[in-house]
Nanobody, 122 residues
Framework: QVQLVESGGGLVQDGGSLRLSCVVS????????MGWFVQRPGRDREFLAS????????YYEGSAEGRFFISRDNAKNTVYLEMNRVNADDTGVYYC???????????????WGQGTQVTVSS
């Protein structure tokens, strides 16, 4: 069973930057499409970004477009989310997700990490 562990969350000032990491174990990392989601207080979990198996394709939606960047290092079994120009609306729990496919996923993800809290302070 594939396991995902996020890290890198914490308190960040408005306008600042943060990089989240997610380490995957229990499966061949390069067989998985990876994604990042956020659950803001009182709201449903929302898709942010995804990346295909070798990193040559990415997709973003909503608040992530133009500010967040997803990348992966298959040698380290790790996917990253670089968050730039954060604001109060970026506060939430960030989840890493995996889908067993070489394609670029959006809503097909079926393996989830426990999440890492990001809080933006003004």
């Amino acid at each position: 069973q594939v396991q995902l562990v996020e890290s890198g969350g914490g308190l960040v000032q408005d306008g600042g930057s943060l990089r989240l990491s997610c380490v995957v174990s229990g499966g061949a990392f390069s067989d998985y499409s990876m994604g990042w989601f956020v659950q803001r207080p009182g709201r449903d979990r929302e898709f942010l970004a995804s990346i295909n198996w070798n990193g040559d394709r990415t997709y973003y939606e909503g608040s992530a477009e133009g500010r967040f960047f997803i990348s992966r290092d298959n040698a380290k079994n790790t996917v990253y989310l670089e968050m730039n120009r954060v604001n109060a609306d970026d506060t939430g729990v960030y989840y890493c997700a995996a889908w067993y496919s070489k394609s670029l996923g959006v809503y097909e993800f079926d393996h989830w990490g426990q999440g890492t809290q990001v809080t933006v302070s003004s």
